[in-house]
């Protein structure tokens, strides 16, 4: 392919070349083009349905899929990304066929004409897949995500340690209740029709294997349609209803928004951050955060008990929360999911801070652990201005990578004492 030829001539000449050190002697990598089938092998790229263009640029470090679809042109983010996106066209479909047949028609007559309701009480926000702005990435590298904090005239270290005083582990009582009572009443407005749509919504969602809080706008649409005259006409169909094997907690949180409604799943979470100490105040800023659906807002809570720490979701909180886009909602969450990765199967983390905006964690194995979730980092003036900082320095350093690193970005790195690790993800 012609992108790694260009980049291992480069990487010959930089072997040939005189070793420096300093970064404006470093050479600059530009954003390499892929071919689709190269890089996704377990999904069809084209149906009568849609069709993945055959060319996959880098765009901020992941990978953009552009796709044609009966149902529009959309740009798919990652992998991940794209296989939600081809899940979604098709559940539309199959909602749309569903609702075209005499049964869906006799069960709508009966149960009468109303505009078609959504979720209530739960924030839903755009899926990754449907986004066409640059990745969080980008930001992230240049500390705008996270903020630069100075102080005395340099970058300052914020550190926070995942230990607490035990006074601190446990709330008041009353609050919990009061919490409680608060999150019934919200409750007992809806009706027990918006109650019995609400079901049938997260019922048609678990059967596609689709988020029922995503904000596809066509897929909400079918999804509403369908569960409209589910709930008022007691409409049913046939499909096989798949498999979904929880193996992590981003499995289990999909589980339980198919399972539970929103006001439930709320109450949930609530006592979740409770127990593990987290302030009233803090937990309500993070209940009205609109940068996150109520599906990722559980599986932010559920990846914080994996950490099996009084400090984890304090800390995770007030990182959730200075987000400002979708991309960097996703950034985080991806994020989030590396330093789990780590510390179910590496080592156990005990702190986790920011350096130059960029969050890192330090383990009991005295290693500095900074996650990057791309699909594919190559260097550039972004990557190595960040990365070779004098503030990252450090005698024991790694950087996991969910996806690929470039042969000369992996190589620069290794020069400057970073071990590098990649396809963590995978």
Request: charge should be negative.
């Amino acid at each position: 392919m012609r992108s790694l030829l260009l980049s291992f001539l480069l990487f010959c000449s930089l072997l040939c070349g005189e070793e420096g050190g300093a970064v404006d002697q470093e050479p600059v990598e530009g954003a390499p083009v892929f071919f689709a089938n190269e890089l996704v092998d377990d999904l069809p790229l084209k149906t009568e349905l849609y069709s993945v263009f055959p060319l996959v640029e880098v765009v901020g470090f992941d990978y953009e899929f552009r796709v044609n679809s009966l149902y529009g042109e959309f740009r798919a983010r990652g992998r991940d990304g794209l296989g939600e996106l081809l899940r979604e066209i098709e559940a539309i479909e199959k909602l749309n066929r569903v609702s075209q047949g005499e049964a869906f028609a006799s069960a709508l007559s009966d149960g009468f004409t109303e505009p078609v309701m959504t979720t209530y009480g739960v924030a839903r926000r755009p899926v990754r897949s449907i986004t066409g702005l640059p990745g969080g990435m980008v930001r992230y590298l240049g500390g705008k995500v996270y903020q630069v904090r100075r102080g005395s005239g340099k970058v300052m270290e914020k550190v926070k340690e995942f230990r607490t005083k035990d006074s601190e582990l446990e709330e008041e009582q009353a609050e919990v209740e009061e919490e409680k009572e608060g999150l019934g009443k919200s409750a007992g407005r809806l009706s027990r029709k918006h109650l019995g749509h609400d079901n049938a919504k997260r019922k048609w969602a678990r059967r596609l294997g689709v988020d029922p809080y995503s904000n596809n706008e066509a897929l909400q649409e079918a999804l509403g349609r369908i569960a409209w005259a589910s709930s008022l006409g007691g409409f049913a169909d046939d499909f096989v209803v798949p498999s979904h094997e929880v193996f992590s907690y981003a499995g289990k949180a999909r589980e339980l928004v198919w399972d539970r409604p929103g006001y439930q799943i709320e109450r949930e979470m609530v006592g979740m951050l409770k127990k593990d100490g987290v302030s009233k105040e803090l937990i309500q800023e993070f209940r009205d955060a609109d940068m996150f659906s109520l599906t990722e807002k559980l599986e932010l809570c559920l990846a914080f008990c994996e950490f099996e720490s009084d400090r984890a979701a304090t800390t995770g909180l007030k990182y959730a929360l200075e987000v400002e886009s979708v991309e960097d909602a996703t950034l985080f969450l991806d994020t989030v999911e590396l330093l789990i990765r780590y510390h179910n199967q590496v080592g156990r983390l005990v702190s986790v801070g920011d350096k130059r905006g960029m969050i890192y964690a330090y383990s009991i194995n005295g290693y500095e652990i900074y996650p990057f979730a791309v699909d594919y980092l190559h260097w550039t003036p972004l990557v190595y201005e960040a990365l070779l900082d004098e503030e990252l320095k450090a005698e024991r350093r790694e950087i996991w990578v969910s996806g690929t690193v470039s042969p000369i970005a992996k190589m620069r790195l290794r020069h400057h004492g970073w071990q590098v690790f990649d396809q963590v993800g995978r």
